[in-house]
C-alpha cells in the first residue's frame, strides 16, 4: 500500500480560501473586520519568523492585523497594561502572546489576563477547562490542526488507539483530550515513559510532538497507521522533524511532511479562532 500525504500547505490552502469568504460576508453584513494582535516579547530569532508568519496570513485572508515588538526588558505590569489595553480595543477580537516569553515574566498569569473571549490562543485557564470538560471553547491551534488533518484522512478515529508523544499544555495533553472526545483510546508518552517503541508499535495514530529530532523511528511504526509530526527542529539550518520519515513512510498510511504538515495548519487554525471570536461579536 503506497503511503499518502497530509499535506498541511494544501489543506491550509482550502481553509484559508474559505476564511477570505466568511471576512467578506462578516464585512458586508455587519461592517465587522476581524483584528488580530500579536505580542512578541523579546529577539528570539525562531520568534520573529513566526510572528512575521502570522501577519503576513492574517493579511492574506483580510484580517486587522498588529503586532507589538516589545525589548526583552519589558516588565510583567507593562505587558498587562498593553494586554489590558488590547482587551478593551473593539478592533481587536484575537490576542496571542508569542511564547517562550523571557525569564522573569510569569507566563501563565499573562494568559489569564487576556480576556478569554479574546483567547485565540486557547491558553487561558477558562479555556483549557472547557476543553476539558468538553465543553465549546477555543482550543489551542497546534493541537486543532493535528485534529483537523487526522479528520482529512476519512478514517474513523472511533476506537484506534491513538499514541501521543509529548505532554506539553500546548500541545501534547490538549491532543490527547481532542483524541479522546472523538472516541481514540489514547495512551500519553513522555520523557519518562519505558518502551516507548512497544507503545508505538501498537499506535494506529501516532502524534509526535517532542522535539527530538527522529526519536520515532520508521520501524516502530504499525502497518497502516497514520502518522502525525509536530516536531520542529534546526539541524544544520533544514527542518527536521520527530519521526524518521523516509523509513516510516514505508509503513505508515498516512503521513505528515516536516515542513509543510503541522505547521502551517497551526496558523491556519489561528486564523479559524480569530475568525471565530469576531462572529461571536455578532451575535
Ligand atoms: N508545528 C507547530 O506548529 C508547532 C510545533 N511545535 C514543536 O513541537 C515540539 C514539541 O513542542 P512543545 O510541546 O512545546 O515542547 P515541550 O518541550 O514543552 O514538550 C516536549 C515533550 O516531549 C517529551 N519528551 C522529551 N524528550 C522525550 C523523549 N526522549 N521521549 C519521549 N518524550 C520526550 C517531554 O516530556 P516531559 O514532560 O517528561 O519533559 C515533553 O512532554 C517541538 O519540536 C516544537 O518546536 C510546537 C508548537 C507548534
Ligand atoms: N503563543 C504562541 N502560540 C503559538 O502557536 C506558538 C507560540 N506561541 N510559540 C512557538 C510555537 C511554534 N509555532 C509554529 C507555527 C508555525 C510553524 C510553521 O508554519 N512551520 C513551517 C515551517 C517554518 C520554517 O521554515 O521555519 C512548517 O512546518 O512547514 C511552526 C511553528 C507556533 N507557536
Same mark, same amino acid.
Given at each position: 500500500m503506497e503511503v499518502k500525504i497530509l499535506d498541511? %500547505?494544501?489543506i491550509s490552502e482550502e481553509i484559508r480560501n474559505h476564511i477570505v469568504n466568511e471576512v467578506k460576508k462578516l464585512k458586508a453584513n455587519y461592517g465587522i473586520t476581524p483584528g488580530l494582535s500579536v505580542v512578541l516579547v523579546g529577539d528570539d530569532a525562531a520568534s520573529h519568523v513566526y510572528v512575521s508568519m502570522k501577519e503576513k496570513a492574517c493579511k492574506k485572508v483580510g484580517f486587522h492585523s498588529e503586532v507589538y515588538k516589545l525589548p526583552k526588558e519589558t516588565t510583567q505590569q507593562e505587558l498587562l497594561n498593553l494586554i489590558n489595553k488590547l482587551n478593551n480595543d473593539e478592533k481587536i477580537?484575537?490576542?496571542?502572546?508569542?511564547?517562550?516569553?523571557? %525569564?522573569?515574566?510569569?507566563e501563565h498569569l499573562i494568559n489569564s489576563h487576556i480576556a478569554p473571549t479574546k483567547d485565540v490562543d486557547g491558553f487561558h485557564a477558562v479555556n483549557t477547562g472547557k476543553l476539558f470538560l468538553g465543553k465549546e471553547s477555543f482550543i489551542p491551534c497546534t493541537p486543532k490542526g493535528i485534529l483537523e488533518l487526522?479528520?482529512?484522512?476519512?478514517e474513523d478515529i472511533t476506537g484506534k488507539h491513538a499514541v501521543v508523544i509529548g505532554r506539553s499544555n500546548?500541545?501534547?495533553k490538549p491532543v490527547a483530550i481532542l483524541l479522546l472526545k472523538e472516541n481514540a483510546t489514547v495512551t500519553i508518552c513522555h520523557s519518562k515513559t519505558k518502551n516507548l517503541d512497544k507503545y508505538v508499535q501498537t499506535a494506529d495514530i501516532v502524534v509526535a510532538a517532542v522535539g527530538v529530532p527522529e526519536l520515532i523511528k520508521g520501524n516502530m511504526i504499525k502497518k497502516g497507521a497514520i502518522v502525525i509530526d509536530a516536531g520542529t527542529r534546526k539541524v544544520n539550518n533544514k527542518l527536521v522533524g520527530d519521526v524518521e520519515f523516509e523509513e516510516a513512510s514505508k509503513k505508515a498510511s498516512w503521513i505528515t511532511p516536516v515542513p509543510g504538515g503541522v505547521g502551517p495548519m497551526t496558523i491556519t487554525m489561528l486564523l479559524e479562532n480569530t475568525l471565530k471570536a469576531a462572529k461571536a461579536q455578532c451575535e
Open positions: 498541511g %500547505k494544501k477580537h484575537g490576542i496571542l502572546v508569542q511564547l517562550p516569553l523571557p %525569564k522573569g515574566i510569569d487526522i479528520k482529512r484522512t476519512g500546548i500541545v501534547g
